[in-house]
């Protein structure tokens, strides 16, 4: 059976609020226009799931309504076709957005006898393959919502998301949950919600060395059961020292470093279910399980995989929280710290969030010659010996005591987006530890408008789900 879930964009609700919930307490109806991610199979329960994402709002005009009160709101269909032919015309799904004034979470009687005739519609216009959403808005911000697949045919969603400066879930029962032995304690600082809204989540973990074993050991303890691993690296000697779940047998049998987290985190008992994955994250087969996550934690060291990551964060409005850890050491006897930086940048469809790109995280170049050696490796050293392409020179200093330290700093945000314990104004966008002077710094960065990915020229994507080629990206 097909399951269905929603990702709405935070300033796109901020939006729809001020549209929906007026003053005069009297419904009113808006229109989203959702890109779409297509799943043939969840990692999880093995199901086809379609996840629409939010691109575009659009209000209904105020003379197109007929009648409204707190209970009912009918308008004309006009800005209804004006909005299937706009979905059409950009390869989207149009969605019927509507306030219940009054509270009132569920469909009501009117709403299951109006809707069947709107997806007739829908299909008569656009094509019998079309899809219609359907989510009420209540005054608290409950949302609620179903996919009309026919007239005859109706899927409740899975899960709304809502992703901006904050990640904020709604699901059926959610606050309902009672916490498991092991996570009452936690429920005691954070509330019963956040261990329910935790046991939900479909998280990824991309790359498995020093901080992605640090932060795949505290997602089961924290109480994430879905987890899906990323990483095509062996286990060595060298990183022994710092790979959480890794033993000396690991390098022996040089096992792969996804198969000695996923045995640490089963071992665990916490009813953990781990999907493992030994390839690089832009590769074809890991993208149902990416495109599954609802969150990502990008641990990897590479910048091909960074520059894939930072666009999919806006293509399909998936929180991505990105960590690195930069040592710097004079030489000498005795090595001094020039610098001792741990970073976490959270990425996400935000205006005036900056990526990775503006950031300049990423170099291009370096990203590039990552790509040739990964897909023509004698082309790769060709071009080394002719110094076309930057080699890779002396292992980088790594300590397991700040690797694991950048990765309680990504759990930190990460909880506090979800749970809000910083206060209204706690989250943070970019923040740089630097552990030799004891202080956090939060650097700011502006979007380059012509960036693709985060800047005006960028904006039209955000949101947009499957496209071919993959995040138009050239394969």
């Excluded at 076709?81 to 019927?96: E, G, I, M, R, S």
């Excluded at 292992?395 to 206060?423: C, D, Y």
């Amino acid at each position: 059976m097909t399951t269905a879930s929603l990702t709405i964009q935070g300033q796109h609700l901020n939006y729809l609020r001020k549209l929906l919930l007026t003053a005069d307490g009297k419904e009113r109806a808006a229109y989203i226009l959702c890109g779409r991610a297509v799943i043939d199979a969840d990692p999880w329960d093995g199901q086809p799931h379609h996840k629409f994402i939010s691109c575009e709002v659009i209000s209904v005009p105020e003379d197109e309504i007929i009648s409204s009160s707190a209970e009912h709101i009918t308008w004309k269909t006009d800005s209804f076709v004006w909005a299937l032919q706009a979905a059409q015309a950009k390869n989207l799904t149009a969605a019927l957005v509507h306030s219940h004034p009054e509270g009132n979470d569920e469909f009501s009687t009117q709403d299951d006898t109006n809707e069947p005739d709107l997806i007739q519609l829908a299909q008569n216009r656009n094509g019998s393959d079309t899809q219609l959403l359907s989510v009420i808005l209540t005054p608290d911000g409950n949302l609620v919502g179903r996919l009309w697949v026919s007239p005859q045919e109706v899927i409740p969603l899975r899960m709304i998301r809502v992703v901006g400066d904050s990640i904020r879930l709604h699901y059926p029962n959610r606050g309902l949950g009672v916490s498991p032995p092991a996570f009452q304690r936690q429920a005691l600082a954070f509330g019963e919600a956040l261990n329910q809204d935790l046991s939900m989540l479909r998280v990824g973990v991309i790359g498995c060395g020093g901080t992605g074993s640090a932060i795949a050991m505290l997602l089961p303890k924290m109480g994430i059961r879905n987890i899906a691993l990323f990483d095509r690296d062996i286990v060595e000697d060298t990183n022994l020292n710092r790979l959480h779940g890794a033993r000396q047998p690991d390098a022996d049998a040089m096992t792969p470093k996804i198969e000695a987290v996923a045995r640490s985190l089963v071992e665990l008992g916490l009813g953990v279910r781990v999907k493992t994955y030994q390839a690089w994250i832009g590769e074809a087969e890991c993208r149902d399980a990416l495109k599954s996550c609802d969150v990502v934690f990008c641990c990897t060291d590479d910048h091909a995989g960074r520059l894939m990551l930072n666009r999919f964060a806006y293509y399909y409005a998936t929180p991505v929280f990105d960590m690195g850890l930069a040592i710097e050491v004079s030489q000498g006897e005795t090595p001094n710290f020039q610098a001792l930086d741990g970073r976490v940048t959270v990425l996400a469809p935000a205006p005036g969030h900056a990526c990775l790109l503006c950031r300049e995280v990423i170099n291009p170049v370096i990203a590039r010659d990552e790509a040739l050696k990964r897909t023509n490796p004698a082309e790769y050293e060709r071009r080394k010996a002719e110094a076309y392409v930057i080699g890779e020179g002396n292992p980088s200093p790594a300590v397991v005591l700040f690797t694991t330290e950048v990765a309680i700093m990504a759990m930190q945000e990460f909880v506090h987006r979800l749970q809000g314990f910083r206060g209204e104004d706690g989250s943070t966008a970019h923040r740089v530890r630097k552990f030799h002077l004891m202080s956090d710094r939060k650097p700011a960065a502006t979007p380059n408008p012509n960036c693709p990915v985060c800047g005006s020229v960028g904006v039209q994507w955000w949101g947009r789900g499957d496209v071919v080629p993959f995040l138009n990206q050239v394969e």
